[in-house]
């Protein structure tokens, strides 16, 4: 019998901290218009200090919730997935420890990295494995300190970011109904210097000098970044629809990452879709790469906008330069 990936219970989290565009602008040369017309965002979520709350930890309160709506308990997951940058420790996986907090011992765990993508990523492995009919219950996350990559003396970047987490529980579920009609991933490699953390991995360990010149956090190239984002966002788009017979018309509901609100209505603009259907909500949380989509999607869930039905187009671009589609019947 072929199957489907069915989402049966999302959940979200972010930190209490809401930190306005008038506080960003005490932390650095800014204020609330620029941030506001550039990028769309009011305030976001930060948790209180480098370390306070981990990305496990914010993605155990999102886990907790996908799992309660789902009626299942840790016990019933096969396998566990999360996207991100912002893992726990370099070793073991972000998975790993967020498997040992929920206690879901019959889970297989491992994470995933395609930076903002990483949440879409994983759940593109996640419908690969339901399909195949190898696994029944997965727990997909997508979660972010992003706070402590973040480099808190570049106005440029430092304004765009938040700390947030959001969960999937899938279930392998009859190919009729609702679930996940198609995903698709890419990626450019080309265009990794676009967007990185340049010192802390293998080619250049951390010194006390590179910390002390920040080289331990995000860089930025913005306005490439924006380019590649529209294009390669609108591309996948339109591949996607045209690839399972759909117009922009079929499409109720647009969970794109939130990157920016300039990038989303450019993408609505040239996809066709208008922009009522953009489920947003960057205004509050900001940029929260693998968490984005995730707790867009939980917040159409929770607010009745994804109905019975909906047909939904999931859509996400983060480092790498990585991104993804789906499609999604409610
Ligand atoms: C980052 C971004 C908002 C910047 O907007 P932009 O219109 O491209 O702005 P620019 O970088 O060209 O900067 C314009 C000016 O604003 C200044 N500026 C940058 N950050 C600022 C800030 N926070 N406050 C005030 N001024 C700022 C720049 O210094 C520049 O000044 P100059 O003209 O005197 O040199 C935009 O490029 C963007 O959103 N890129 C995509 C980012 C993204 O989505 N990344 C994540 C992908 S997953």
């Known amino acids: ?95 790993c420890i967020l498997q040992d907090k929920l206690g879901a011992k019959n889970a297989a765990a491992f994470d995933v990295l395609a930076a903002c993508a990483g949440s879409m990523f994983a759940l593109s492995v996640a419908d690969k494995f339901l399909r195949a009919g190898t696994v029944k219950r997965i727990l997909v996350v997508g979660a972010e300190t992003l706070s402590v990559i973040t480099n808190w003396t570049d106005r440029s970047t430092c304004v765009l970011f938040g700390d947030a987490a959001g969960a999937f529980v899938v279930e392998a579920g009859p190919e009729e109904g609702p679930g996940l009609i198609d995903t698709a991933v890419y990626s450019d490699g080309s265009t990794w210097q676009h967007l990185y953390i340049p010192a802390g991995g293998s080619k250049k360990p951390l010194t006390p000098e590179l910390l002390a010149a920040r080289q331990d956090r995000l860089i930025m190239n913005g306005r ?35 990157a920016n609100l300039r990038i989303i209505e450019a993408v609505a603009d ?61």
């Open 1 to 95: 019998m072929a199957l489907r990936a069915r989402i049966i219970g999302t959940g979200a989290f972010a930190p209490p901290r809401v930190v306005t565009n008038d506080e960003m602008a005490k932390i650095v040369d800014t204020n609330d218009q620029w941030i506001q017309e550039r990028s769309g965002i009011k305030t976001r979520r930060l948790v209180d200090y480098e370390g306070a709350m981990s990305t496990a930890d914010m993605a155990e309160h999102a886990a907790r919730g996908a799992l309660e709506r789902a009626g299942i308990t840790a016990m019933d997951l096969d396998l566990i997935i999360v996207g991100t940058v912002t893992p726990d420790l370099r070793v073991p996986s972000c998975a």
């Open 224 to 258: 490439e970044v924006y380019k590649i984002a529209v294009r390669s966002l609108v591309d996948a788009a339109r591949k996607i629809l045209e690839k399972n017979g759909l117009t922009a018309n079929d499409i109720d509901l647009v969970v794109a990452h939130q």
């Open 270 to 330: 040239r996809v066709e879709i208008p922009l009522e259907r953009f489920v947003i909500n960057i205004d509050r949380y900001g940029n929260t790469s693998s968490a984005s989509a995730f707790i867009t999607f939980d917040e159409a869930v929770r607010d009745g906008r994804m109905k019975p039905g909906s047909k939904v187009l999931m859509l996400a671009i983060g480092a790498g330069m990585c991104w993804a589609a789906a499609l999604y019947r409610a």
